[in-house]
């Protein structure tokens, strides 16, 4: 039972880790492969996890022209 809890925590703190990852790729930005990058290298600094998460929810582009 200990080892289910411990699994579900890393679980969770892993995805909110990757939450502009995630918002990225939910709303099909164009730079979702740069925030992601971004998201997993700078992300522990708090404030790369800030950037890449306004990064996210910056405005998508139209790619149809």
């Known amino acids: ?3 289910i ?11 909110i880790y990757f939450i ?3 918002v990225a790729f939910q709303r ?3 730079n979702r ?3 992601a990058v971004l998201n997993f290298f ?3 600094t708090g404030f790369g ?3 890449a998460l306004i990064w996210s929810l910056t405005v998508v582009e139209d790619s149809r022209g």
């Open 1 to 3: 039972m200990e080892i």
């Open 5 to 15: 809890g411990i699994l579900l925590i890393i679980v969770l703190i892993t995805a």
């Open 20 to 22: 502009p990852t995630i």
């Open 28 to 30: 099909g930005h164009h």
């Open 33 to 35: 492969w740069p925030i």
């Open 42 to 44: 700078l992300g522990s």
């Open 49 to 51: 996890w800030v950037a």
